[in-house]
């Protein structure tokens, strides 16, 4: 009798509450993550999971970044592209420096390496890593509002050519800069829009 009650009693001892205030099924995945698959995952056999609200491919709210960390990014990617505008004009001088008539080899070398910041800075970046220099200092990222991945290099190249063609129209680009201020639900400036990107972030 005895052995059978300790035999009982030490089944049970294996199937202890989890602590309190913590989630037997583990922690959500972030936004832009898949949650794996397997043991742990609560599953319901009986009932479909519900229709989901529009707009539920998005991040949820406490994952978008703030318009003082987006101003400061923006800021901050200012100075870092004149930074490396400067490395090309440099050069550019030390070639007409050293030489008579390298007058056109030294405009070449400034006119691509202007390019090439334009082109490989902001883009390249984004869509390798889904921040900027400046990006990262402020802690946000930018991603595809669809799934949270980063975008693509011809999407992250459209969002920033849409942002500054809409800079030569008459204040459509001061309403593309504020427009994050009002929209909902995902707080998207119009080039945000155009390349269907959120921002949001970094550990989101």
Avoid at 118 to 126: A, N, Q, S, V
Wanted: glycine share 12%; aromatic share 10%; with cysteine.
């Amino acid at each position: 009798m005895i052995g059978g009650v300790s035999y009982w009693i030490s089944c049970v001892s294996h199937y202890q509450q989890p602590p309190a205030g913590q989630n037997p099924y583990g922690q959500q995945a972030p936004y832009g993550q898949q949650p794996p698959y397997g043991y742990g995952q609560p599953q319901s056999p009986y009932y479909p999971p519900p229709m989901p609200p529009m707009g539920a491919g998005g991040p949820p709210p406490q994952a978008l970044a703030g318009q003082g960390a987006r101003l400061g990014a923006r800021i901050l990617d200012g100075i870092f592209v004149v930074v490396l505008m400067i490395v090309p004009l440099l050069i550019s001088g030390a070639i007409r420096a050293t030489a008579d008539g390298a007058a056109p080899l030294a405009s070449l070398v400034m006119l691509v390496g202007m390019i090439a910041v334009f082109l490989l800075y902001e883009p390249l970046m984004l869509s390798k890593s889904g921040s900027t220099f400046g990006k990262r200092i402020c802690g946000i990222r930018v991603a595809r509002l669809s799934d949270g991945q980063n975008l693509s290099y011809g999407g992250a190249l459209w969002r920033m050519l849409s942002s500054y063609l809409m800079g030569f129209v008459p204040l459509l680009g001061l309403l593309n800069i504020l427009w994050c201020l009002w929209d909902s639900p995902y707080r998207q400036c119009l080039h945000d829009k155009a390349a269907s990107s959120v921002v949001v972030l970094r550990n989101a």
